[in-house]
């Protein structure tokens, strides 16, 4: 069977093939190899860029395959983020805490010890208690659980809710735009529990990895973000052909039809709605330890659109375009936004691009969708027609 | 009641009238408290000064707070003006001006706290001083500081009163006083009961006054007015705090007071016979802190059981200040109505409220439901438009300085600028895609971050202002609870003007028959001449224009940033969804129910805005589950797919 | 012989429009019924309501042996009950292939992990021939089905609702926009589909009507006007009158 599988999928072949080149090339490039040609940061943006490509692969799944453009995908990858974040801040706050308690003429108890962490990471919101949300965040494995379990089972409860009442097009887009809202706005409480528009932060530090330096850290988040992207690719390249995919391609066609050939349509919907949300938070999670600070501004309904128009100028309803589409794009924000492309002198006028970047995206972003609707993937397509012919 | 008032007017102004006519013999015999005054022996000479009655006092005392007071070396007083070395004097008395050296006369300083002493003399001639806004600002200060003496005067100063609104006010604050302070209990009960359909904030602050009480705790209940008594057990630990601070009990040891004990008594690295190691269990500590104890090492442990029996011995109360129980229970009553009073206002104020938050959803979604709910097109540019309309009112008030002309300009003008944005929009992006919803969804969401972006470019990151003419700057004061800015009434007002515009266009004009030609059958209206590409782009000028107007108006009260439109654009797409799409009176429903449920969440929890928003999202998202369609469906067929 | 489909005493309105007016039908397995009438009398609202799209006003729909009633089931609960239908509008799924089309309509189980699974049965491949076959599509089995023709369209419709093996076949003007060879061979594929089970035909043209040479049912105003042969109901004044009176 698994032959079969990648003789009908060649792409996947080519995809892992040129993912563990790139991984093998990074890293014999690293700080941590020795040779240091990729800085640290730099290495770590590429590996936040794998875990955006993930969950933009994800996004190509639920929209270019499933037809539910779903405007909250982000937020997965966000709770995903927060969930592991939440376990990253306790332990290394223990970590500190306990030190500094071993000066103390008394061993401390349990209670202060807890109480110490609590003003530690709550201080900023002015509390010290734990609220009910971080009651597992002492346990790795429970928070590691949440970062899939809990993107999951929102988009459980939320799809069946949405397609149930048959929320279809872009109402449903509306809906999954207002949960993104309401989850955003509730993260930004501190009545939440989560430190309000602070955030959590110190993520880049790994409780119990105190000796290993930044630079071969990096190196290992980025390996883990090249493996989980290479799985999830083929996971969902595993979802979307043979006759599931069909029935998933189908529904984004005709979804009535789909319906009245005796599929009940919203289980699927449901299915790929919730694998790509969890999907969403395994990104998330490999995410911000990398980035090394999560708020909650991360979660606004904007970065989720933002996810689409990767998606969309990467090409829809091919996994490798989203890829391309997720990692061009973010690649090149940085490097407007960052300041490293050089300004335009008009004579009359500089134009700046962190202040025109924007600008730029959001008018290809019209282009694309107007001109090139199958994005950058869509160029593949007229190689191989050329290839053809000749 | 009224009669009373009028007895004690007649008391009081028939006293001072047998006595001197000139102010200085006064001054003379209390010129040691006058020349250095201090707030104990001051108001000697205050009282002779004031029950003199006579016309100068007013100006003297004025003047005499304002430190413009001079004393000769004789002892003489003198109203002065200096200028250089010399000195411009006034008789008190006289009123004869003359000019004389500095250096004979002496100016007189009082302290704060006397001139405080010097106002409260001169209130009483104030109220009833020829000058309207002289007696306004006696009244004034008296409802600032209310004390027992200022009744008298003011009750006297009632009768006399020539100005209509001053005398009401008069009345208002002498019944204010008396039910203070007023010496007789059954004034004062009649006075707090004539307080009873009274609802501003100044009334139930006199109640609250009155019910001022303070906490005791005692072996035994005491003989005096008990407001109500407590059970300790509820708070356990604050309670034995307050026992401690009465002195009725020894100090229980915190935590880390046991902990600094143990830390102190550490011998040759063990406590109490505990090893050091042990103590990360909070019970070993205490036992060990127990063990100290027993040595007499450190004072005994308070335990629970030690607390509680305390506790248990106590009486913990609450006793008013006022020592008269008819007058508290009166003041009692009164308050229960004046807050029931009250909570029918506040459930008034509330929904005028909730109705201008349902007229600014209503202004901001009316635009939408035109695009989205008649033309089916999603426009995530609509907020950046209204951001857009907001911007041009700026502009426009950059240019004309007179607010309500700029305000008269700007509203059409953003409209235009908003409708051509519009029109240009619709014939460059979304008239190529028609029948593909989503993918305008994301084209125009791709030119709305480009609007968002250019805004900021141009107008900068901060907020820039939009500021209302006079003639909206105000509030609409029905009573200290129920209040509305002018601001949102005029929102109101044009969120009704375009309800009636909108569906007159679409139900009256040409250009609304054609539109709902080409909504409901395309083929057949362009069959008919209509153009339908004409009518698309006519449609959604309209809706972008609206957003502009929109704009104008959100604008004026709130701040004007480049991020204004996606503060609105999702609760606008909710308002139009719930309402039921293609549908004005739909959106006005939709706009109705966010604006009122936004309100009715944030008064069940008024700490948090941002979780009444939170909330509502999450009703949103079940209603849609009873009324996919929204509460003004169509029904049948045409609302298929 | 017992009835498969029993519709009885239904009605639906909308918006205060009566589209089906205390209609009642019955139809029997194996049988080959068309239904006829002039625009608006109801015929695709009644498709509507036994495929579950629409839920009546009142009435009931009672199916099978056992008598279920259909009414409180969704769509794909009555599809896989043994209703197919046929749009009037070739649905086809354009961007995939006849292949994938004819695999999708199978008669295999159909919960989302079967298919990740594979738990389909194993004969598709020949399921998928046997079809293809029938419906003359053999040699464009790889094809996009969006580059066929309007007729192979409708021809690889009706091959999905085969592949669905239905107990009953509703289908909504099946010869509209067809060359007379092709009304020849759909007619054939109905007739034979109708030798196994129920075949519910809606269609406006009489020639293919006759054709069919079935049992007529007239709707007018959402209601059975008359029933019976077709020379029998053309006979009937008043069906004379609604197609001719107006």
């Known amino acids: 069977m698994n032959n079969s599988f990648i003789a009908k999928n060649p792409s996947v072949l080519w995809f892992l093939l040129g993912l563990s080149l790139f991984t093998v090339l990074v890293s014999i490039l690293s700080e941590a190899a020795g040779t240091a040609l990729i800085s640290t940061s730099f290495l770590k943006t590429l590996g936040k860029t794998l875990c955006l490509c993930l969950v933009a692969i994800a996004m190509d799944v639920v929209w270019g395959y499933c037809g539910i453009l779903s405007l909250g995908h982000f937020a997965f990858f966000g709770i995903g983020g927060y969930a592991i974040g939440m376990w990253l801040m306790y332990d290394r706050t223990k970590d500190i805490v306990v030190t500094s308690l071993e000066n103390n003429i008394l061993p401390p108890t349990p209670d202060e010890i807890t109480t110490a962490i609590g003003s530690q990471i709550f201080g900023v919101v002015g509390s010290s208690e734990f609220p009910v949300i971080w009651a597992f965040s002492h346990s790795l494995t429970l928070q590691l659980l949440a970062v899939v379990l809990v993107p999951g089972l929102l988009a459980l409860v939320f799809g069946w809710l949405a397609f149930r009442s048959r929320v279809t097009g872009v109402y449903l887009s509306i809906l999954t735009q207002a949960m993104t809202l309401a989850l955003s706005l509730y993260f930004f409480q501190n009545d939440t529990g989560l430190r309000g528009n602070n955030g959590l932060s110190g993520l880049q530090n790994i409780p119990g990895l105190d000796d290993v330096s930044q630079a071969t850290l990096s190196l290992w988040f980025f390996w883990a973000s090249a493996f989980a992207l290479g799985s999830g690719y083929l996971l969902f390249v595993w979802m979307t052909s043979g006759k599931f995919g069909s029935v998933i391609r189908a529904i984004r066609d005709n979804e009535a039809r789909v319906r009245f050939l005796g599929y009940h349509v919203e289980s699927y919907k449901l299915f790929i709605f919730t694998v790509t949300a969890m999907v969403a938070g395994v990104a998330g999670a490999l995410y911000y330890p990398q980035a090394g600070i999560i708020n909650p501004a991360e979660i606004a309904p904007i970065a989720s659109i933002y996810l689409a128009v990767w998606v969309a100028i990467g090409g829809r309803g091919r996994l490798y375009g989203a890829v391309i589409g997720a990692a061009v794009v973010s690649l090149m924000s940085s490097w407007f936004t960052g300041g490293g492309a050089p300004d335009i002198n008009l004579g009359i006028y500089v134009i700046n691009w962190t202040d025109w970047w924007l600008v730029l995206l959001g008018l290809t972003f019209v282009a694309v969708t107007l001109f090139f609707p199958k994005g950058i993937g869509g160029l593949f397509d007229l190689l191989a027609r050329k290839g053809k012919q000749s | 009641m009224r009669s009373a008032l009028f007895a004690l007017i007649l008391v009081i102004c028939s006293g001072p009238m047998a006595f001197a006519q000139t102010l200085q013999p006064i001054l003379q015999t ?475 266009i679409l139900k009256r004009t040409r250009l609304g028959l054609e539109v709902r030609a080409v909504t409901q059958n395309p083929g057949m209206a362009s069959s008919m001449g209509i153009n339908p590409d004409r009518i698309n782009m006519m449609t959604f000028g309209l809706g972008s224009g609206i957003a502009g107007i929109a704009g104008v108006a959100i604008g004026l009260y709130a701040k004007v940033t480049s991020e204004m439109g996606s503060d609105y654009i999702v609760q606008s797409f909710m308002t139009v969804v719930v309402g039921g799409v293609g549908n004005v009176w739909g959106t006005l429903a939709g706009a109705a129910m966010i604006g009122f449920g936004q309100k009715g969440i944030e008064w069940l929890n008024p700490s948090n805005t941002l979780a009444a928003q939170t909330y509502m999202i999450l009703f949103v998202i079940l209603f849609i589950q009873f009324r996919p369609k929204g509460i003004v469906a169509l029904k049948g067929r045409a609302a298929g797919d | 012989m017992s009835a498969l489909l029993e519709v009885s005493g239904v009605s639906v309105s909308f918006d205060g429009f009566k589209a089906i007016n205390n209609l009642s039908i019955q139809v029997a397995e194996p049988e080959l019924r068309a239904i006829i009438g002039p625009n608006g009398a109801g015929k695709t609202t009644f498709m509507d309501i036994v495929t579950g799209k629409t839920k009546p006003d009142e009435g009931y729909v009672i199916w099978g042996e056992k008598s279920v009633s259909l009414l409180g089931m969704s769509e794909s609960q009555i599809a896989q009950a043994g209703i197919g239908r046929k749009f009037q509008k070739p649905t086809v799924f354009e961007a995939q292939t006849v292949r994938e089309n004819i695999t999708l309509a199978l008669k295999n189980p159909r919960k989302p992990l079967d298919l990740l699974l594979n738990r389909a049965a194993l004969d598709t491949e020949e399921r998928v021939r046997a079809i293809s076959d029938e419906i003359g599509l053999s040699d464009a089995l790889d094809q996009t089905s969006g580059a066929l023709s309007h007729g192979q369209k409708q021809w690889l419709e009706i091959g999905m609702l085969l592949a669905q093996d239905p107990r009953l076949l509703l289908v909504d003007e099946p010869a509209a926009g067809m060359s007379a060879v092709e009304r020849e061979k759909t007619t054939d594929i109905l007739v034979h589909a109708a030798k196994t089970r129920a075949v519910i035909v809606v269609e406006h043209d009489m020639d293919f009507v006759r054709r069919l040479n079935c049992k007529v049912t007239v709707l007018h105003q959402g209601s059975v006007l008359a029933e019976g042969s077709l020379d029998h109901v053309t006979k009937n004044k008043d069906v004379v009158d609604v197609y001719l009176g107006r």
């Not at chain 2, 009750?155 to 609104?165: F, M, R, T």
């Not at chain 2, 303070?214 to 034995?240: I, Q, R, W």
């Not at chain 2, 550490?266 to 042990?278: H, K, S, T």
Request: charged letters at 20%; aromatic letters at 8%; hydrophobic letters at 50%.
């Open chain 2, 30 to 504: 209390h010129a040691k408290e006058i020349a250095k005054p201090s707030r104990s022996s001051v108001s000697d000479a205050l009282d002779a000064i004031a029950v003199s009655g006579l016309p100068q006092v007013t100006g003297f005392l004025e003047q005499w707070a304002n430190k413009n007071v001079w004393q000769r070396n004789d002892g003489v007083f003198f109203i002065g003006m200096a200028s250089g070395d010399d000195i411009s004097l006034t008789d008190v008395d006289t009123g004869t001006t003359t000019i004389a050296s500095k250096s004979d006369y002496k100016q007189l300083k009082p302290n704060g706290g006397v001139r405080r002493l010097i106002g409260t003399a001169l209130v009483q001639f104030q109220l009833i001083d020829p000058d309207l806004s002289r007696r306004e600002s006696a009244v004034a200060s008296i409802a600032r500081r209310p004390e027992a003496a200022q009744l008298a005067p003011l009750l006297a100063s009632i009768e006399p009163e020539v100005d209509g609104a001053l005398k009401a006010r008069k009345i208002q604050l002498a019944n204010f006083l008396s039910a203070r302070f007023a010496d007789d209990p059954k004034d004062r009960i009649a006075a707090i009961n004539s307080l009873s359909s009274d609802t501003s904030v100044e009334a139930r602050a006199v109640l609250n006054q009155i019910l001022s009480t303070k906490a005791g705790v005692a072996k035994s209940l005491p003989d005096a007015n008990v407001a109500a008594t407590f059970d300790p057990m509820g708070t356990p630990d604050m309670s034995y705090l307050a026992l401690v601070n009465a002195d009725f009990a020894p100090a229980k040891q915190t935590q880390a007071d046991i902990k600094a004990a143990l830390e102190t008594n550490i011998v040759e690295g063990r406590i109490g016979g505990f090893a050091l190691n042990q103590m990360t269990d909070p019970t070993i500590r205490e036992t060990a802190y127990a063990a100290l104890a027993a040595d007499g090492l450190v004072p005994r442990l308070i335990t629970k059981g030690a607390r509680d029996a305390a506790l248990e011995d106590h009486v913990f109360f609450a006793l008013y200040d006022e020592p008269n129980a008819d007058i508290t229970n009166a003041a009692q009553t009164v308050l229960k109505t004046v807050e029931s009073r009250v909570a029918t206002a506040q459930i008034a104020d509330l929904t005028l409220d909730a109705l201008s938050l349902a007229s600014i959803f209503f202004l901001a979604a009316i635009g939408l439901a035109i695009t989205f709910g008649v033309m089916g097109v999603i426009n995530m540019a609509h907020g950046e438009f209204i951001m857009m309309g907001a911007y041009t009112g700026y502009v426009v008030q950059l240019f004309v300085t007179n607010y309500t002309v700029s305000l008269m300009i700007a509203l059409p003008l953003a409209f235009a600028v908003t409708f051509a944005a519009g029109v240009v929009m619709e014939r460059l992006v979304i008239r190529r895609l028609y029948h593909r919803p989503l993918e305008t969804l994301l084209a125009t969401f791709g030119i709305s971050i480009a609007l968002q972006q250019l805004a900021k470019n141009v107008f900068g990151t901060q907020a820039r202002p939009l500021t209302s003419p006079d003639w909206l700057a105000g509030a609409w004061v029905f009573n200290d609870v129920i209040q509305i800015s002018f601001i949102r009434i005029a929102i109101f007002v044009l969120a009704l003007l375009f309800l009636g515009l909108i569906i007159y």
